[in-house]
């Protein structure tokens, strides 16, 4: 009888988070929409409680904002937010590096060097979805070889809100972030160079105080 424990309610609560953060960061949900609890759960076809708890954690994340008893919506892009997640999260990038870089595995480089390759042609073929994609499979690779949880936490939370804008601009005929940096880092990577992966890994995330300038116009 031990192996039956609860499990329903913390899970459907994470699916229905994943499941919602991603159509916002799409543009599914665009900015300004009224979400509904009881909408959203028979779309996802779940229960509303799980949903409701759903809304809550995005509240926090910044993808949502909500007035008791009035309205839960989808919050604008709004560049100063944008700019200062990019600042939190790049830092990390940089934390997790310094520490992965010496421990990273052949197998783990080649893993970036296919996904820089995976967001190259992306990004020829103005596939915004699996750009992006690509790119999250690179940088998880340092996240993960680092151990550092709470860095990881820190980027998985406030990375959707610099997605929202990168996809934006992207879509918009920008370019995301340059498959040329990104082979600089593996290179470094590679050869264990752990100050120049900290050196371009920062230089990849200063590049996107472009797209917020941008935002601003």
């Not at 799980?50 to 904002?65: C, H, I, Q």
Request: aromatic share 2%.
């Amino acid at each position: 009888m031990e192996a039956i424990r609860p499990v329903g309610r913390t899970l459907l609560r994470d699916q229905a988070c994943a499941a919602i953060r991603d159509a916002i960061v799409a543009g599914e949900l665009e900015p300004g929409a009224v979400v509904r609890d009881a909408d959203l759960a028979e779309r996802l076809g779940l229960s509303r409680a799980p949903v409701r708890e759903a809304f809550s954690r995005l509240v926090d994340e910044g993808l949502l904002e909500s007035k008791p008893q009035s309205y839960t919506r989808v919050t604008p892009v709004v560049a100063a937010e944008v700019r200062d997640a990019a600042a939190v999260v790049g830092a990390m990038h940089e934390l997790v590096t310094r520490v992965a870089v010496p421990r990273l595995m052949a197998a783990d480089v080649e893993i970036m060097r296919a996904a820089n390759e995976r967001f190259a042609t992306a990004v020829a073929a103005g596939e915004v979805d699996l750009a992006l994609r690509a790119d999250d499979e690179l940088h998880d690779v340092p996240v993960r070889v680092s151990g550092n949880r709470a860095a990881a936490a820190t980027v998985a939370r406030y990375t959707p809100l610099i997605r929202r804008l990168e996809r934006r601009r992207f879509g918009e005929g920008g370019n995301c972030r340059s498959a040329r940096l990104h082979e600089q880092l593996i290179d470094a990577c590679a050869c264990g160079d752990t100050d120049t992966a900290v050196r371009v890994t920062a230089e990849i995330w200063r590049s996107l105080a472009d797209l917020v300038d941008l935002a601003d116009d």
